[in-house]
């Protein structure tokens, strides 16, 4: 029988369903960036708990975003 | 007609009036090509993410378009051309707003759907139920 988990992992929900972001926009570096961390690579969603979805329009805007320099595609 | 957003980025050095040119050579392209041109927005001066040609900085315009997509050709093209203009991007935007007023459309339907249920009140109460107890999770 599996042991019983002593903690409690809280549950990860996904940013914008939870805050009903429909829009996710190349240009909105701010919003973005909080899905990259230092080393300048795509959060995955096992991590960030953004659902697939929303992931895939995520990943495709920060693409952009990279392309056009407002976000960097390594950090230097 | 397709809409799309064409920004670019010019040469940190150059000055406004010069930017004020490239935009309008930009703008010319486009109603000559039988365009529409919606907004154009001078982002201003931003520190790049990483090195353009050797720049740091960068001025960033935006332009709103609606025009075809030989149009949007010709004006990468013209883009690439110019010396000041160290990168572009065009996005097309009319599929991505389109699934925006979907999402918008259901959500409002549902907002309406939900207020009418509780006002009959009693007919689908299971349903009714469920849907009251989910704000409490």
């Known amino acids: 029988m599996a042991m019983q988990k002593q903690y409690y992992r809280r549950k990860k929900v996904c940013k914008f369903c939870v805050e009903r972001i429909d829009n996710i926009n190349y240009k909105d570096v701010k919003l973005l960036s909080q899905f990259v961390p230092e080393r300048a690579k795509i959060m995955p969603r096992r991590i960030s708990g953004v659902c697939t979805p929303h992931q895939r329009l995520l990943s495709a805007a920060i693409k952009k975003a990279r392309s056009i320099a407002l976000l960097p595609y390594a950090t230097e | ?137």
């Open chain 2, 1 to 137: 007609m397709p809409n799309y957003e064409i920004m670019y980025i010019v040469n940190p050095n150059v000055v406004e009036e010069e930017i004020d040119k490239i935009n309008g050579q930009v703008d010319s392209v486009i109603t000559h090509g039988g365009g529409k041109v919606g907004k154009v927005e001078k982002l201003g001066k931003r520190r790049l993410a990483y090195l353009v040609k050797k720049f740091r900085e960068g001025s960033y315009v935006l332009f709103t378009v609606e025009a075809s997509g030989a149009v949007v050709h010709e004006v990468e093209r013209r883009l690439r051309v110019m010396d000041q203009v160290i990168k572009y991007l065009t996005v097309r935007m009319d599929e991505d707003s389109k699934r925006l007023d979907k999402i918008k459309a259901h959500r409002e339907k549902r907002a309406a759907h939900r207020g009418s249920r509780r006002a009959e009140g009693g007919d689908r109460r299971g349903h009714a139920q469920q849907a009251e107890q989910m704000p409490e999770e």
